[in-house]
């Protein structure tokens, strides 16, 4: 086999997958037709939970770094903005910065791992077998083939691996087309500026290289004809009209439009044929979720996928991966469709009704919680199949602090075991090392209400609760765990953090101190 994974598109989606599977031991293939990275950034927006996902990995610090951190987000444009600065997490905004960029981190970080990316090479078709797939490629040098186990398809909206894999994409036609322009604005309004009304409607976004993103829509939008260019002319004019200025609009480095053509994936995985990102969902980009639930989709993806290929896990482990975030793109469409009925309607009815919920976001707290949870992902959760499990079961861990120690649980995720916390003295879980788990011992600091009498838990590698123990006993709550370590096929290489002196002390080589690679999965 020449590649575990071919992953076709060497976008955010496709190289963090790469990045996931080199970090569980897989090798990969990333062929992206580009010769160089697209300088027009279609995303804008990094989310919380996106953020949380790299931290998880250590590589987030550059993101930080560079990124213009905005403490909320919007809902369907709504006058009232919605506040994360309350969120459960340790990163309260949204990060503006170009998907060039992140783009550029994060192939950086795939080839520092052992990723092979291949430019200017595209593929053109495959043909299955019960073993392997036969990638077909165009390079240029003339086509050739790859053989890999199996083909991933991260390929975008027309994606050439879905449409001859015969998966299904069913959804709706565009209706509406918005227009955006990353311009020079020689006279910015306040940060955050947003409008609405009878005119359209209009938002502002800063760009950390110093440029402005403009973005609206207006009752001409309104066709099911994709409009011709957008030029600057005719961006100020739609400004002005909204806003009655055009804020000295100048040297656009971009101009585009974009519809609400809206289409999700009949399935996800077919035999060796896997789907990611916008090749499985496509939506109007309403609250910049996009590239955030695919980079999500491939950190789902990439740990099951690594184990599944290195022997941990079965191959049937694979169908949890539309099992779980099928439902998430479905829910990505409703809540898309949602904000677009009310961000492309201008009448006095619905101007009232986006009145009515600025207010209830304004006054109720937990309303705007419940929305913001929702466009950030830090509510995704993955219901069990147990209807007796714990209720934090399938729900992301929070960053959980420990006493004495700097470090929360994110620094203890890994990609190649599952994370087991002994939260109490004498609980025995100590005793129950094995390939491909990772042992965390010591009492939370201020743990959050509903991890309050939390004794154990064991954590997947993407971060999500596998299994929670309450029990009071030390032995039932060994045995509960050791059922609980039963159930996982994926457990895999030992590394057990024990409490030493405040400080966490690492007993095997295969340390979360430095990323682990291909040659720590045998440790």
Known sequence: MEQHVVIAGGGPVGLWLAAELRRGGATVTVLEQRLEIDRRSKALTIHPRTIEVLASRGAHRPFLDEGLRIPGGHFAMLGERLDFRGLATPFPYTLALPQARTEDLLEAHALGLGARILRGHRVSGFTEHAESVTVLVEGPAGPYELR?????????????????????????????????????????????????????????????????????????????????????????????????????????????????????????????????????????????????????????????????????????????????RHPVGARLTEHSRAQTALMTSFTPENLALRALLSGVIAQRPAFNEDLSERLTALAVSYPPLDPAAHP????????????????????????????????????????????????????????????????????????????????????????????????????????????????????????????????????
């Open 148 to 324: 890999a186990a199996y083909l991933v398809g991260c390929d975008g909206v027309r994606s050439t691996v879905r449409t001859v894999a015969g998966i299904g994409f069913p959804g709706t036609p565009a209706t509406v087309f918005g227009w955006l322009g990353d311009v020079s604005l020689d006279s910015p309004p306040r940060a955050g500026f947003s409008t609405f009304g009878s005119q359209g409607g209009l938002m502002i976004a800063p760009m950390p290289d110093g440029r402005y993103r403009v973005v609206g829509v207006s009752p001409d939008s309104l066709t099911t004809a994709r409009p011709g260019d957008l030029t600057l002319d005719e961006l100020r004019d739609k400004a002005i009209a909204i806003t009655g200025e055009d804020f000295g609009m100048r040297d656009p480095l971009w101009l585009s439009r974009f519809g609400n053509a809206t289409r999700l994936a009949a399935r996800y995985r077919l035999g060796r044929i896997l789907l990611a990102g916008d090749a499985a969902h496509q939506h109007f980009p309403a609250g910049g979720v996009g590239m955030n639930v695919g980079i999500q989709d491939a950190h789902n993806l990439g740990w099951k996928l690594a184990a599944t290929l290195t022997g941990r896990a079965p191959d049937n482990l694979l169908d949890t991966y539309h099992d779980e």
């Open 392 to 523: 934090l079961t399938g729900t992301r861990a929070p960053d959980l602090a420990f006493v004495g120690s700097g470090g929360g649980l994110f620094a203890s995720l890994r990609t190649d075991a599952h994370l087991l916390l002994s939260l109490s003295d004498g609980s025995r879980l100590s005793a129950l090392d094995r390939p491909g788990l990772v042992v965390r011992a010591g009492a939370l600091h201020h743990p959050p209400t509903a991890w309050a009498h939390v004794r154990a838990a064991l954590i997947r590698p993407d971060g999500h609760v596998a299994w929670i123990g309450t029990e009071e006993n030390d032995v039932d709550l060994a045995t509960a765990a050791e059922h609980a370590l039963a159930a996982s096929a994926t457990l895999h290489s030992v590394t057990h953090i024990t409490r030493e002196r405040s400080n966490f002390r690492c007993i095997t080589a295969s340390c979360r101190c430095r990323p682990p690679t291909f040659h720590d999965r045998e440790h």
